[in-house]
């Protein structure tokens, strides 16, 4: 079954203690996105990949890292979480950079993570 | 940039009602155009998409959003909802930016189906 998993999908967690989301697709996809959803703001984009080793920043990056050393994996990392990264985080994959308006992109289940 | 504008936060109805979601979005170059569904507790899913052709696309599940460049507006509408429309939907804009294709959210608006 094609598909996005993301682990855990709950994380409570206290500041400043690092932690890592992994991401993973069996669909061979390129593109690979990772989102924070709040409320009343709706998707806001963190970082995406366009292939492996090949990174770059969405529009709130700050306090987050990823990488790509995979092609099916896109971790996503918060070295010194705050409780301002409590969230709803959604990782995606698309087939192909560049044509994400052509192509449907497949959203994860979700992590929901809590920093106290 | 680009930004998506999603008129109602929160829309109320009842069972068999027809309802629209409003979308307008801001433009200076062209965009391909996205509604997306959340069920509770799940992922996003892509609803239907307008990318060129026909101003008026259409959903498996009896929804419909047209494409009105004038209005720089995207409407989502279904002429008889159910109960397990109950959802969020939110729209999306698409776009090239620097070489790169940017997928721009709205806020969402939280369809409640009232037996």
Known sequence: ??????????????????????????????YMSWYRQD?????????????????????????YKVSRKEKRNFPLILESPSPNQTSLYFCASSPRPGLVAADT???GPGTRLTVL | AQSV????????VFEEAPVELRCNY???????????VQYPNQGLQLLL????????????????????????????????????DTAEYFCAVSYLQGGSEKLVFGKGTKLT???
Not at chain 1, 39 to 63: A, H
């Open chain 2, 49 to 84: 998409k307008y990318l060129s052709g026909s101003t008026l696309v259409e959903s498996i599940n009896g929804f419909e959003a047209e494409f009105n460049k004038s209005q720089t507006s995207f409407h989502l509408r279904k002429p008889s909802v159910h109960i397990s």
């Open chain 1, 105 to 107: 992109q497949y959203f």
């Open chain 1, 39 to 63: 409320p009343g703001l709706g998707l806001r984009q963190i970082y995406y990949s366009m292939n492996v080793e090949v990174t770059d920043k969405g529009d709130v990056p700050e306090g």
């Open chain 2, 113 to 115: 189906v009232n037996p």
């Open chain 2, 26 to 36: 801001s433009s200076s170059v062209s965009v391909y155009l996205f509604w997306y």
């Open chain 2, 5 to 12: 504008t999603q008129l109602d936060s929160q829309v109320p």
């Open chain 1, 1 to 30: 079954e094609a598909q996005v998993t993301q682990n855990p999908r709950y994380l409570i967690t206290v500041t400043g203690k690092k932690l890592t989301v992994t991401c993973s697709q069996n669909m061979n996809h390129e």
